[in-house]
């Protein structure tokens, strides 16, 4: 036997084993619910461009659609005078649908992060646009600034 043929095995079930490693949770294995199909509102598209800001070709930003209606100030929010830009890094399919959001960086006030996502789930988005063809995009980030009117 070879050298190379009894290394074969070794480093198929060193594999094996880091596989197993990266798959096993507290309770001793994947959550059942973390193995179903992915949301609308929580999947990346299969093909995207990731985004930044020197991207060559772009034609057209990304950004929120002008007929997307804008989300409500949180009433607890605006009794509690709490303002602050929440910042959301999103995924927009070529339509221009959100395909995944998170939060990059919060405002401070859970109840202003938690409106913006809940309302970026619903908003319209224009996709980017590389030449005149438009494109999904990943890792786009976008502002919501809160701030009580006075």
Known sequence: MRAAE????AAAGLMALLAMAGCT????????AALSAPTAASARPQFFIQWKADLP?????????????LPDYPAAAVRGDLSGTTTLETCITVDGRLADA???QSSGHDILDEATLAWARVAKFDPVEINGEPM???GYRFDQ???VAE
């Open 6 to 9: 009894t290394k074969r095995p």
């Open 25 to 32: 949770t507290a309770a001793g294995g994947p959550d059942p």
């Open 57 to 69: 070709g772009v034609t057209r930003r990304p950004g929120i659609a002008a007929d997307s209606v």
């Open 102 to 104: 998170r939060l990059a």
């Open 136 to 138: 999904a995009v990943c």
């Open 145 to 147: 600034e809160w701030r």
